[in-house]
């Protein structure tokens, strides 16, 4: 049988949730069905799993310079006609584009070019919350003009196909939910060197630690977490608070903790490549955003048994079960972050439960195999494969793997 030729188009394979999920649908699908190639722009900061995985499908790789995140016409205009000669000329069967610039550009590439079946993922959840009302009306009427000839939209959470609706961008029966997958053995077992770790972030080896992991930005308002630590310490001496990343905010949040006195309790660790590590260390994780698809490093952090804090905002109600697995604040307040915090601080037990809860409830929905065997399922079946025996996935995890329909 011929096998399914897929493009995969993202503008960029940097350190982050949609570069991860890339990798991992890509290493994942059966090469016996499937033919894909990778094509993106440059990439600047990969994690070392990218670094691995780009270096193992180096001759399945296309580098276009000019497809970039940021909007740039002369360049924006380089990467369409690039793309769209490259389609052209290999005649996939499907091409899947990922984030908002790629899928754009990648979309009006696999029009021009015809004949290939058109998925788009934008790992996302850009119609609100980001941008002011003015962008946000171009972003939902680009949307609506794309999804015109997309054959399928996948969302990672139920409210954004519910969103997706809502602004009229989606038509029934266009959009399949399939949930944000991981690694589940990177978290699990991770030999760690507790007080090594904590002595590099220079963290007190007998802390209860707190921390924030993700990109220094507004959206994802780190500020409230050094707010909240500021509330707790006059409680818990013996807490400490990490905060991995990077991004525009990083002075300002420096600048914060000195103004409050506790940069002796906050560690600022910038980008760091052992997050399964860290993890093992932290006693609670933390993500106070103004809105989120997903909040991939929840779905990390249950699948390593650490209870969680965070916003009851996007699609985080769906990785987080309020009072399970952890506990939902409200966005943007800094004092209730820190009763939920100090309400796990004080209890370890209930820690502990929360955790072992998390893990179950990862180990059920999230991991990368299922979402494999998803995106597999959706690929036959707009290529008009059928059904198969085979999940469509390299390997098989102990135990069956549910065939959800789409």
């Keep these: 049988m011929k096998r399914i030729k897929i493009a995969q188009i993202i503008t960029r394979m940097d350190w982050g949730g949609s570069p991860d999920i890339l990798r991992l649908i890509c290493a994942d699908l059966d090469k016996d069905l499937f033919d894909f190639r990778l094509i993106t722009g440059p990439t600047l900061h990969p994690s070392s799993k990218t670094r691995e995985f780009l270096a193992a499908y180096k001759d399945k790789t296309i580098t276009i310079p000019e497809l970039q995140r940021n909007c740039h016409p002369a360049k924006d205009v380089k990467a369409l006609v690039k793309l769209t000669a490259f389609l052209k000329k290999e ?3 499907i091409v899947h584009t990922h984030t908002a610039k790629a899928g754009a550009l990648g979309r009006i590439a696999a029009w021009f070019s015809g004949g290939a079946k058109i998925v788009h993922t934008s790992h996302g959840h850009n119609f609100y919350g980001y941008f002011g009302p003015a962008k946000s009306r171009v972003i939902v009427a680009a949307e609506k003009l794309l999804a015109g000839f997309t054959d399928r939209i996948t969302a990672l959470t139920e409210l954004e196909r519910q969103d997706l609706f809502s602004y009229g961008v989606a038509r029934p029966g266009n959009v399949a939910v399939i949930n944000s997958g991981i690694d589940l053995g ?7 060197d507790t007080s090594g770790i904590k002595k590099a972030l220079n963290v007190p080896p007998n802390s209860v630690l707190v921390g924030f992991i993700g990109r220094l930005e507004p959206i994802k308002d780190p500020v409230s977490f050094v707010g909240a630590a500021s509330l707790i310490v006059k409680k818990f001496s013996e807490a ?10 990083r002075p300002m949040l420096e600048a914060r903790c000195r103004e409050l006195r506790i940069s002796q309790k906050v560690t600022l660790a910038g980008w760091r490549e052992d997050v399964p590590e ?10 106070p955003s103004l809105n989120e698809a997903v909040g991939r490093i929840l779905i990390e952090a249950g699948a390593a048994g650490k209870p969680a804090v965070a916003s009851h905002v996007g699609g985080i109600p769906e990785i987080i079960r309020d009072g399970e697995t952890g506990i939902l604040v409200p966005p943007q307040d800094a004092a209730s972050l820190a009763r939920a915090i100090s309400s ?3 209890n370890p037990e209930r820690r502990t439960a929360m955790g072992e809860a998390a893990k179950k409830w990862i180990d059920d929905k999230f991991s990368a195999l299922r979402m494999a065997e998803q995106f597999a399922h959706l690929y036959r079946e707009l290529a008009g494969a059928g059904q198969r025996n085979s999940t469509g996935i390299t390997k098989v995890p102990d135990g069956s793997v549910d065939n959800i329909p789409i």
């Design 278 to 287: 860290i993890l093992s260390v932290l006693d609670v994780i933390v993500l």
């Design 240 to 249: 400490a608070f990490l905060i991995v990343g990077e991004g525009s905010l």
């Design 344 to 346: 796990l601080l004080e």
């Design 186 to 192: 990177c978290y699990r077992d991770v030999q760690t």
């Design 91 to 93: 005649k996939f069967d």
